[in-house]
């Protein structure tokens, strides 16, 4: 199959709608506790989804899954859990750091690791440097990063700035250092996804 750039920036547009909305179901249920509605959230989203997606689009599925190496499963399942504990931990940094700060520093992470992790792993990050687009990908993870160092630091000057009862009611648990500390973790371990 030919791959076309629009394509890849219309579903890479669609990636984006997709994530910028997840959080709109949740509003609807603020009886529940936060972590009821994202552990419901979660396993639609990691359980059934992924099933529901994979038979449709999958044939034979089943047999596609017990024919193929057992290496490749435990791999795909190793990184697979350790993208699930990003993903978990991903609704605790907006419970600390809220959408704008701990989506910038989360997806920042996950960009740059996500990146550079496969050729790390695979021992390709020397050969990756050697080309002209290798560079051009290096400069965009400097500039992401250069971002993510941004929006960190106005989210540290914005919390020096507002007395404690006035960031409360925009962040009911607003905490700068446990969500970072979060959010680092959940970049970390959602970059997972890259690897195989």
């Keep these: 199959m030919s791959s076309s750039p629009l394509l890849g920036v219309f579903f890479h547009w669609m990636g984006g709608l997709a994530s910028a909305s997840f959080y709109v179901p949740y509003k609807r249920v603020r ?3 936060w972590e009821v509605y994202w552990l419901t959230g979660g396993i639609f989203s990691w359980v059934i989804a992924p099933w529901v997606f994979a038979g449709l689009r999958t044939e034979h ?3 596609v899954l017990t024919t193929a190496p057992h290496s490749t499963l435990a791999w795909c399942w190793f990184w697979g859990v350790l993208w699930g504990f990003g993903g ?3 609704g605790l940094t907006m419970r600390y750091l809220g959408m704008s700060l701990g989506m910038a520093i989360i997806l920042g992470l996950t ?3 996500g ?3 496969p050729p ?3 021992g390709t990050l020397a050969a990756l440097a050697d080309t002209q687009s290798g560079w051009i990908i290096f400069l965009g993870i400097a500039l992401a990063v250069a971002g993510v160092v941004i929006v960190a630091q106005a989210g ?3 919390e020096r700035e507002l007395p404690p ?3 409360k009611a925009g962040i009911a648990e607003f905490n700068f250092t446990r969500g970072v500390l979060v959010a680092v973790f959940s970049g970390v371990m959602s970059s997972c996804f890259a690897l195989d």
Aim: avoid cysteine.
């Design 165 to 167: 009862e006035q960031s």
């Design 156 to 158: 540290r000057a914005k």
């Design 115 to 117: 990146t550079i992790g």
């Design 111 to 113: 960009m740059v690791i």
């Design 120 to 122: 790390i792993f695979h």
């Design 31 to 33: 009886g529940w506790a």
């Design 61 to 63: 599925l089943w047999e």
């Design 88 to 90: 978990l931990t991903y």
